[in-house]
C-alpha cells in the first residue's frame, strides 16, 4: 500500500461528458502528480501541485483541469471526452528528499 | 523537447536467464529512477541514480548510471517469474521541478518458467 489513494477505480462513461478523478496523497506529502498511461504509451505527465500551487504542466489537453484543495487532496477533471482518453490515469505523490514518486493504484477511464 | 527513450519495448526471457534494459536521454540528466510496474499494478520505485558513473546493487538488480549521464540500464541476473512487470526508467532534467519527471515507455518483461 502506496499511501495514495484514487477514486474511482473504474468509471465508464460516454464521449462528450465530463468526469473528476480524485487523489488523496500520502501523509505529509505536498506534492500531487497526475499521469496518463495508454497502451503502450508509458506514462505521460499530465501536471503537478505543490500544497495548492500548480508547479509543472506537461502534456494536458485544454479539456483536463486539475486543483489541489486545502486538505491536500486532489482532483482531475477531464471534461468533452473522446474515445481516446480511455486510460489509466494515476496519481502520485513525492517524497521531498529522495524525489521518490508513490502512486495510486489509478482510475481506468473508459469512454464509449 | 526532452525525450527518454527505452528498449527494447518487450523481452521474454526463460527463468533464469538474465535480462538488460536501457534508457537513453536526449539531455544530460541530473538524476533518473527506476520503478517496475506488475501486470495489474502501479508503478513502484525501484532506485534513484544521481552520480556520473554511478552503479547500485539490489539483490539480483544492478542499476548502472552513465559517465554523459545522458543513458541508464537495468540488469536482472538470473530471472525469476517475480521478476515480471515492466519496469520505468524515469529521468530528471537539471533545474526541473519534481514535475519533470519524464518516463521512458518501459520494457514489459515475461518470463517463462
Known amino acids: 500500500d502506496s499511501g495514495v489513494t484514487q477514486t474511482p477505480k473504474h468509471l465508464i462513461t460516454a464521449t462528450g461528458q465530463r468526469v473528476t478523478l480524485r487523489c488523496s496523497p500520502r501523509?505529509?506529502?505536498?506534492?500531487v502528480y497526475w499521469y496518463q498511461q495508454s497502451l503502450d504509451q508509458g506514462l505521460q505527465f499530465l501536471i503537478q501541485?505543490?500544497?495548492?500551487?500548480?508547479?509543472a504542466k506537461g502534456n494536458i489537453l485544454e479539456r483536463f483541469s486539475a486543483q489541489q484543495f486545502p486538505d491536500l487532496h486532489s482532483e482531475l477533471n477531464l471534461s468533452s471526452l473522446e474515445l481516446g482518453d480511455s486510460a489509466l490515469y494515476f496519481c502520485?505523490?513525492?517524497?521531498?528528499?529522495?524525489?521518490?514518486?508513490?502512486f495510486g493504484e489509478g482510475s481506468r477511464l473508459t469512454v464509449l | 523537447g526532452q525525450q527518454v527513450m527505452q528498449i527494447p519495448q518487450y523481452q521474454h526471457v526463460q527463468e533464469g536467464e538474465d535480462f538488460t534494459t536501457y534508457c537513453n536521454s536526449s539531455?544530460?540528466?541530473?538524476?533518473i529512477q527506476w520503478y517496475k510496474q506488475r501486470p495489474g499494478g502501479h508503478p513502484v520505485f525501484l532506485i534513484q541514480?544521481?552520480?556520473?558513473?554511478e552503479v547500485k546493487k539490489q539483490k539480483r538488480l544492478t542499476f548502472q548510471f552513465g559517465e554523459a549521464k545522458k543513458n541508464s540500464s537495468l540488469h536482472i541476473t538470473a530471472t525469476q517469474t517475480t521478476d515480471v512487470g515492466t519496469y520505468f526508467c524515469?529521468?530528471?532534467?537539471?533545474?526541473?521541478?519534481?514535475?519533470?519527471?519524464?518516463f521512458g515507455k518501459g520494457t514489459k518483461l515475461s518470463v517463462k518458467p
Open positions: 541514480l544521481v552520480k556520473s558513473g
Open positions: 539531455t544530460t540528466l541530473s538524476n
Open positions: 502520485a505523490s513525492g517524497e521531498a528528499l529522495t524525489g521518490e514518486l508513490f
Open positions: 501541485y505543490y500544497n495548492g500551487e500548480e508547479r
Open positions: 501523509s505529509g506529502d505536498l506534492s
Open positions: 524515469a529521468g530528471r532534467n537539471y533545474g526541473g521541478s519534481q514535475g519533470n519527471l519524464i
